[in-house]
């Protein structure tokens, strides 16, 4: 047993805003790292060689999305940082499919700690503790790395997340690491790069295999804790103790460009190497093609051409490296599967902003132009919105009860006549408690309208008449990469709901007036 893997055992945010601060003598150089374990160091993006002018223009772009915020870095120095309303500073984001970025970043960390020998290491054999299915000689081929690069070959369908697709029945399954593992080959490892949630889940599943931790402790302690994250989120272990590699974190954006800035410094973190440098020189290069013109390597995306890698997830996640131009920069957002935001076209942006490697003279008439961005986009404003109808006054303040549905929701009552309109509905969520509340307020007037902060964290939630007897009610957990949409259609007594939600869920419910 491993020196390391003893050891183990024995021990087993509220406006938009752009910072622009006092000017610095120089442009920070590579000679001189600053690092932001403490808290990220500010400056005016002038001062770092970049025009206020062309930043502004990419506030606007980016708030005309559904994102959430945009944070922009260069030489360890924060140039620029939108929080788009009802969104705001400090609240950690839900980062999807940036997760397995960072169970790659671990499986680095695990061969620089001795851990594993290596990414050549088969992945049979590190779980021969399992009765495994299916196995074949291609099976035993599979390594470590065709785990990163999504190239395992394991027949797998991950396109909808339908019930009947492999995500989600691994999701279903009593060992899902070992559901994983038993799937059937399709392709010779190596062969064919196929997006799998599976080979994320089964690098943390072999995480807590080696170091008798799951992948959430390990990070604390091996890769937060030396970075200065602190307010972070991973969901619950498994069955087996296992923590999901293929989504479940939330970071606050400025942790998450700790992470794309630890790459940036070749995983150098002040007098550490975090994680190999020869780790981050695969992730650029990506060797691996992939889909719509990116490559793939180490579970994070690229463009080699374009001299950039990220990690990216569902929902307009995105934390993008660009080396040649010593910046990092984040977004989050809500948006639905059919809409993206150009990694291209956020590229170029950013590149048309950098105009010297030098500190530029200060430039008023184009931080002037980014204020004026900054304030189109703190907050949003009220709209014009018609007079509300009859409808309106004759359901507020009614109790709905509703009969079995998938959501579970028991009851529905709108105050929409008060000075501060607000909603409440119940659960059966099947606990000692069976009965579980949720209210807040709700925007009539165009914006959203956030209540104070819940157990489940902070709700905004907008409505509007679509017409005389129909209200759509858009309703978001801040920090949560979904929207959900109500439409609820009144009929006399009655009440028809279709639900729908970014994640592609969709269901109705029907409901009555209580007695």
């Not at 291209?344 to 950013?350: H, N, S």
Request: glycine letters at 8%; hydrophobic letters at 40%.
């Amino acid at each position: 047993m491993r020196l390391s893997k003893l050891v183990a055992q024995a021990m087993s945010p509220i406006v938009l805003f752009l910072i622009v601060c006092a000017p610095e003598s120089n442009a920070q150089g590579a000679s001189e790292t600053a690092w932001p374990t403490k808290g990220w160091r500010t400056s005016a993006p002038e001062q770092q060689g970049l025009d206020s002018a062309e930043l502004a223009k990419l506030v606007d772009a980016v708030g005309a999305r559904r994102q959430d915020s945009l944070l922009l870095i260069r030489h360890g120095r924060i140039v620029a940082e939108a929080y788009y309303a009802p969104f705001e500073a400090g609240i950690r984001h839900d980062l999807r499919s940036v997760t397995k970025s960072v169970i790659g970043t671990l499986t680095a960390i695990e061969i620089q700690d001795g851990f594993l020998d290596g990414v050549d290491d088969r992945v049979v054999d590190l779980f021969s503790d399992k009765q495994i299915a299916n196995v074949d000689d291609l099976k035993k081929e599979m390594t470590v790395q065709n785990l990163l690069d999504m190239t395992s070959g394991l027949q797998w369908k991950e396109e909808n997340y339908t019930s009947d697709e492999s995500i989600m029945r691994m999701y279903q399954a009593p060992d899902r690491a070992s559901f994983v593992l038993d799937q059937p080959m399709s392709d010779p490892p190596g062969a064919k790069f196929y997006y799998n949630g599976g080979n994320p889940y089964l690098l943390s599943a072999l995480l807590t295999k080696e170091t008798f931790k799951s992948a959430y402790d390990f990070a604390k302690y091996q890769l937060f804790q030396p970075l200065g994250i602190s307010n972070v989120r991973w969901g619950r272990v498994d069955a087996q103790g296992v923590t999901d590699g293929e989504s479940g974190l939330f970071l606050e954006p400025r942790d998450m460009a700790k992470i794309g800035y630890l790459y940036l410094r070749h995983g150098l973190w002040e007098d550490k190497q975090i994680i190999p440098s020869w780790w981050v020189d695969r992730v650029q290069e990506g060797k691996v093609e992939a889909s719509y013109g990116f490559h793939y390597a180490n579970l994070w995306w690229s463009l080699p051409k374009r001299r950039a890698y990220m990690a990216r997830g569902r929902h307009s996640q995105l934390i993008l490296v660009l080396p040649d131009l010593d910046i990092v920069a984040v977004m989050t957002g809500v948006m639905w599967d059919d809409e993206y935001y150009s990694v291209g076209k956020l590229i170029d942006a950013i590149s048309r902003s950098v105009k010297s490697d030098q500190a530029l003279p200060p430039n008023p008439e184009a931080e002037t132009a980014l204020a004026a961005s900054i304030s189109r986009a703190v907050t949003e404003p009220p709209r014009l919105m018609p007079e509300p109808p009859e409808t309106a006054r004759a359901i507020s303040g009614r109790t709905y009860e509703f009969s079995g549905n998938v959501l579970r929701v028991k009851t529905l009552i709108l105050r929409l006549l008060e000075p501060r309109p607000s909603w409440e509905y119940t659960i059966d969520n099947g606990k000692e408690q069976p009965i579980a509340r949720f209210a807040g307020l709700i925007g009539l007037d165009g914006a959203f309208r956030k209540s104070p902060l819940a157990s489940y964290g902070i709700d905004a939630v907008k409505g509007r008449w679509i017409d005389d007897d129909t209200l759509e009610v858009e309703r978001r957990i801040l920090g949560h990469g979904e929207t959900q949409i109500w439409v609820l259609r009144f009929d006399g007594k009655k009440i028809d709901v279709r639900f729908e939600d970014t994640d592609g869920f969709k269901t109705e419910l029907h409901g009555e007036e209580a007695d």
